[in-house]
Every structure is written in C-alpha cells, then in structure tokens.
C-alpha cells in the first residue's frame, strides 16, 4: 500500500541550530501540506503545496521556517535556526484527486529542541 | 487557528461500551473529516461526510452532519482497546480559489479492556 514517507523520525537538536525534515508524498499526489502538531493539540498547517507552487503559507513563520518542493514530487521543510518553542510533531500529508478529499499523512518528524 | 472544537476533550469507557465525540465549528463548509492517531503517530482519515448529508456508516462508525448548528458527532459501538486513539475532526472550508483543510484539538478516547 502507498505511504507517505517521513524522515527523520526523532530530531533532537540544540537552539539556534538549523534542522531540516523531508517528505516525499504518495505517487501522483499534487497536492502536499506540512502540518505541526504541539503535544496535545490538533495540528496546524504551516504551508500547502500544488504541485511545485505554494498554495497557502499564511502561518508559516517565514522568518526561521522555509518549505520547498522543487519538482513538485517530494519536500523539504528547513527551521533555521531552532528555538525552544518549535518542540513539535512536524507531519506531511498528501492528496489526489478532488482538492476536497482525504488526506494521506506520514508517521511525521518528531522535533525536540534543548 | 483552528476552526473544530471537539467535545469531550477526554473520553475513558469499558470496551463493548459506545463512544461519542461531538464536534463544533464556525463557518460554511464543504465537508467534514474524521481522522484518528495513535500515540506519537500520523493521523488516518476514518471518514468523510459532505455538507448535503445528515448521516454516514462505515463499519462501526456513525458520523451525523447538522449544518444549521455548525456541528457533528462521531459514533463508536460496540468499542475496542484497539480504539483508543485521539479522535481529530477536520473542516473542508472554501478559502478564496482554495479549498483548506482545518483539524480541531481533538478528543483523547481510552477505552479500558
């Protein structure tokens, strides 16, 4: 069954360092979001991809946090640099078909910053 | 900002019991989406309802949509240790020329064996 692939799994990093999280999304998905997940919280989308255009960034914090997909097929989100409160779930998810159907999550980035 | 508000925030039943999850939200939508998660795990999608329907199965689950009070339950029967999961539900909102996709804090169900 296709998955959404998520590296790394765990991320511990000291502040102010950089650190980057990678996506590739299920085959002929074009559409991609990366969403955060604080712990005990529902996630919250920092940036929505179409095929290699970005759709919706409005909460990405684009002072530290940048998000490419330069083929439009996988996707790198960058943090740089780190700070305490970016502690987080950081998860991929993708779509097919209707621009209104499911979507297809990785197991996500866990990102702890000391 | 988060659009779903889910009721209860916690939910800890006996297996066999039913669990049911409401969920408020504030503007006009296209659908609404069930997802769940495992602990320290990626969310699966469990079922989508659209906006011109009132109820929906699938197995075990029981979603109803009532669009004049901006909310939506989910249904468990019959619940399994397995089950236990925090339950998100997520609003499909028309943004300008996009469609965005909105997830609310979420219900943390325990179901004890």
Partial sequence: EAEVAQS?????TEKSQAVAFWCDPISGHATLYWYRQILG??????????????????????????????????STLKIQPAELG????YLCA?????????????EGSRLTVL | ?????????????????????NCSYKTSINNLQWYRQNSGRGLV?????????????????RVTLDTSKK????????????????YFCAT?????SNYKLTFGKGTLLTVNP
């Fill in chain 1, 8 to 12: 790394p799994r765990y991320k511990i």
């Fill in chain 1, 41 to 74: 919280q529902g996630p919250e989308l920092l940036v929505q991809f179409q095929d290699e255009s970005v759709v919706d960034d409005s909460q990405l914090p684009k002072d530290r946090f940048s998000a490419e997909r330069l083929k439009g097929v996988d």
């Fill in chain 1, 86 to 89: 970016d502690s987080a779930m």
């Fill in chain 1, 94 to 106: 993708s779509r097919g078909g209707l621009n209104t159907g499911e979507l297809f999550f990785g």
């Fill in chain 2, 1 to 21: 900002s988060q659009q779903g508000e889910e009721d209860p925030q916690a939910l800890s039943i006996q297996e066999g019991e039913n669990a049911t999850m």
């Fill in chain 2, 45 to 61: 999608h469990l079922i989508l309802i659209r906006s011109n329907e009132r109820e929906k199965h699938s197995g075990r689950l």
């Fill in chain 2, 71 to 86: 909310s939506s339950s989910l249904l468990i029967t019959a619940s399994r240790a397995a089950d236990t999961a925090s």
């Fill in chain 2, 92 to 96: 499909v909102a028309r943004e300008g």
